[in-house]
């Protein structure tokens, strides 16, 4: 069913997410991995808005260097807009305009909240009424991580990272979030990781077919305490995007030395998050990493999925 909204523009906000945890099962024979991960939505946000139109279209702007991303119908925002106007039998098209602000091919899933804006974005502007299950569902189909852009907060993802249930978290977290001027491929990453798991298949234990969270992650959550999440902050993929990028070993060490409780690098890279103790902490490595010429971020999470804003 379609309603006429009458509106002509509309605003919708998504966050950028940090996965404090990131454990990756085995290789299956489709060449995927289930995984167990938590997620934290933090407040790096992508704007969408979304315009009445007769086609398809997308355009990009913001701090974030955008002149290699396509905008043809391969892109994900593009692909999310035609498959909600397919789902619910819209005729017409939309253009969308989004400000940048998470990394592109940076592991916080900047794509994926395009995605996740862009549904609740097309929703809203047409009138179609799809409702939060469905857009839930086509999210799922669209990639692993826009379901979690869609719904924000804390929670644990399973098998690829799109079956969630939602995680506790008291407070607030202070991060400061270290961008690399460059992306890497997740695929990649991943390829290494297995590459890495042979390498070193006498000294590892052999990877579980369907990883789970550690309870230590989540008790931390539960109780607000940075410093009980800092001993538990684990990535699988780190390993393996360090050896793609030596760089970020520096970045790490320098993170560490100047006040952060711990870093990590987020999702497959290259972004390294630093979990800070409190705002003071986190202003303090701020300046420390500015100082030596990194570009840095800082946030807070958990925050809300997608919304959209009253300009």
Same mark, same amino acid.
């Given at each position: ?7 002509r523009?509309?605003?919708?906000r998504?966050?950028?997410? +940090?996965n ?5 099962g ?6 995927y991995?289930d ?7 933090v407040?790096l946000?992508e704007?969408?808005?979304a ?10 702007t913001? *701090? +974030? ?5 396509i905008t ?9 807009a ?10 017409g ?5 989004i400000?940048k ?6 592991g ?12 609740l974005?097309?929703?809203?502007l ?7 299950e ?12 826009v ?20 995680a ?7 991060w400061?979030?270290? =961008?690399?001027d460059f ?5 990649e990453?991943y390829?290494?990781?297995? /590459?890495?798991?042979d390498r ?9 077919t369907?990883p789970?969270v ?7 959550l539960?109780?607000g305490?940075?410093h009980?999440?800092?001993?538990s902050?684990?990535?699988? =993929?780190?390993?393996?995007a360090?050896h793609?990028a ?7 060490e320098l ?8 870093g +990590?690098?987020?999702?497959s890279? *290259?972004?390294?998050?630093f979990?800070?103790?409190d705002?003071?902490g986190?202003l303090e490595?701020? +300046?420390? =990493?500015?100082a ?5 971020v800082r ?7 997608? /919304?959209?804003?009253?300009?």
């Open positions: 069913m379609t309603v006429n909204t009458g509106l523009t509309v605003h919708v998504a966050p950028g997410k +940090i404090v945890f990131l454990k990756v085995a290789v299956m024979d489709d060449g991995h995984v167990a991960t938590a997620y934290q939505a407040s946000y704007e969408v808005r315009y009445q139109a007769d086609d398809f279209s997308v355009s990009f913001g *701090p +974030i260097d955008t002149s290699e991303l043809d119908g391969s892109n994900l925002a593009i692909r999310a035609r498959m909600a106007a397919h789902k619910a039998g819209y005729r098209g939309v253009h969308l305009e400000v602000n998470v990394p592109i091919a940076g916080m899933g900047g794509g994926s909240a395009d995605a996740a804006a862009t549904l974005a097309c929703d809203t047409w009138g179609t009424e799809l409702g939060r469905e857009l839930l569902l086509l999210a799922a189909r669209l990639g692993a991580d379901p979690f852009a869609f719904t924000g907060g804390t929670a644990i993802g399973t098998g690829r990272g799109d079956q969630l249930s939602p506790l978290a008291k407070g607030t977290f202070q400061v979030l270290a =961008l690399a992306g890497s491929s997740t695929p990453v390829r290494e990781l297995d /590459r890495h798991r070193h298949a006498q000294d590892i234990f052999p990877a579980q369907q789970s550690d309870a230590d992650v989540l008790q931390a539960r109780a305490d940075p009980m999440l800092a001993e902050l684990y990535n699988d =993929l780190q390993a393996p360090l793609l030596p760089s970020l070993a520096k970045v790490l993170g560490e030395a100047n006040g952060a409780l711990a +990590i690098v987020s999702g890279g *290259p972004t390294v998050a979990l800070a103790a705002l003071d986190a490595l701020q +300046i420390a =990493l500015s030596a010429r990194y570009t840095v946030a807070t999470g958990p925050v809300h999925g997608a /919304r959209v804003i009253s300009d």
